[in-house]
């Protein structure tokens, strides 16, 4: 990916995410923001953007961060959201008996007495494979996969969803399901 795609894609994170009202829009509850309006509020906050490079960014994208709405008006972040203004309706599914999420080492001794909490975000993040724990947790030191016995935690009651690009949700991991 590009210079300049990878700080398209870090705008719509952060406008789509975090702090749509830095450039004024607002999002409803499924987290969706008009793409004119979107490019109208960017272009006054000094940042250019268009119809072609958003679709860029969308199709792009490693992650698939994001997706357009069915009639191609509207475009949201399909997971990660911070900004109270967004609650998408997710669906419960049952999780596979493991997933995992990627941390930094630094981070183990709290994890260990707090169990996992969601920070910043309203979920805590999880994914199928190890290999993608560890890249999300190098983002914050020496990366760390922890092994969640998401199935039991199921069983037990607890919620889990799966976001549109494959990366599960569940709202906190007590200790006690993390088995290594
Ligand atoms: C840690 C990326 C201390 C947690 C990824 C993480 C993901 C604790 C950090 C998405 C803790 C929160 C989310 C506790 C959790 N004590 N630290 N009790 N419980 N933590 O960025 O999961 O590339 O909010 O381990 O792919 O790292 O941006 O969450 O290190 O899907 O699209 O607190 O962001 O996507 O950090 O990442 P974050 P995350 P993008």
Not at 113 to 140: D, F, I
Request: overall charge negative; cysteine-free; aromatic content about 10%.
């Amino acid at each position: 990916m590009s210079e300049h795609l990878i700080e398209a894609s870090k705008f719509l994170s952060y406008v789509l995410r975090h702090e749509p009202e830095a450039i004024g829009i607002t999002l409803d509850r499924e987290g969706w923001a008009d793409i004119e309006l979107l490019i109208a509020a960017a272009s006054t906050a000094g940042k250019w953007l268009d119809r072609e490079l958003i679709a860029t960014v969308v199709v792009t994208s490693d992650k698939k961060r994001f997706a357009f709405s069915d009639d191609g008006l509207r475009i949201r972040a399909v997971q990660g959201h911070s900004t109270a203004s967004v609650d998408i309706d997710f669906v419960a599914q049952v999780p596979p008996e493991f997933l995992y999420h990627g941390t930094a080492t630094r981070f183990l001794e709290s994890i260990q007495s707090s169990g996992l909490v969601p920070g910043s975000r309203k979920y805590v993040h999880l994914s199928e494979n190890e290999e993608t724990a560890l890249s999300v947790g190098s983002r914050y030191g020496k990366p760390v996969a922890l092994k969640v016995s998401a199935g039991v935690m199921q069983e037990r009651g607890f919620k889990f969803y799966r976001a549109e690009n494959g990366v599960w949700l569940t709202l906190n991991v007590p200790a006690g399901f993390v088995v290594d």
